[in-house]
């Protein structure tokens, strides 16, 4: 059983990392259920395992936490839906690189109920839409940006930290880094490509398209 939770409001980070340190440890007992857990957090960057600091480009502008999922640097704030995934991996099959797929094909699928095509590319972690609005890129492809992000942690089998999906955020917000060490690429939001969106419809396409995305429990 997965137990779902939805925070109203601003969650601090810190707060939010030791709420999923405790959950992780609880799971892994067997002493309390998988959980995902839905929050919006204040404006802040976080720097993952592999950030480089040349690529904190503002550091005074928001509070920078350091943190202990892979990745680089990333923004949270307002208008965006963070999805924290505390989920039993050992018991999924004890297959990381198919857990992290697992987790972008849900970010697809729910971008899919919104009738928006995203894809994930070798490189560049994320899921990314193609911007046929905006010019052609140096290579003559399809500009595209970066719409969601992913970054987890596992301890002891067990998953925390999640993904962001960007439904109506300040996308100024992202220059003050380099978004996950990205420069030749930008950032866009649901609202960003012209869709009426809110955090409930996006709550609700997570939700619906989560048990077909995700490895089921004890599926070895």
Not at 6 to 32: V, W
Not at 85 to 113: N, S
């Amino acid at each position: 059983m997965v137990e779902w939770i939805t925070t109203d409001g601003l969650t601090d980070y810190d707060d939010a990392t030791a709420f999923m340190e405790d959950r992780a440890e609880a799971i892994h007992r067997g002493d309390a259920d998988e959980c995902i857990w839905l929050v919006e957090h204040p404006a802040l960057y976080t720097a993952g395992t592999s950030a480089k600091l040349v690529d904190l480009v503002e550091p005074d502008r928001f509070p920078v936490h350091t943190s202990k999922r892979g990745g680089q640097y990333t923004y949270h704030g307002p208008g965006q839906r963070v999805a924290y995934v505390m989920l039993d991996v050992g018991k999924r099959g004890h297959d990381v690189r198919r857990f992290v797929q697992d987790l972008e094909h849900w970010v697809i699928a729910t971008l899919a109920k919104f009738n928006v095509t995203g894809e994930i590319r070798d490189g560049r972690v994320g899921v990314w839409v193609q911007r046929h609005d905006k010019p052609l890129d140096a290579h003559g492809q399809p500009a595209e940006d970066k719409i969601a992000a992913l970054g987890i942690r596992l301890r002891k089998w067990v998953s925390f930290h999640g993904l962001s999906i960007n439904v109506e955020p300040d996308l100024g917000h992202f220059s003050g880094i380099v978004p996950c060490g990205i420069t030749e690429h930008g950032v866009t939001s649901l609202v960003d490509l012209g869709l009426p969106v809110t955090m409930d419809d996006v709550d609700v396409a997570l939700r619906k398209t989560f048990a077909s995305s995700i490895t089921p429990y004890g599926n070895n």
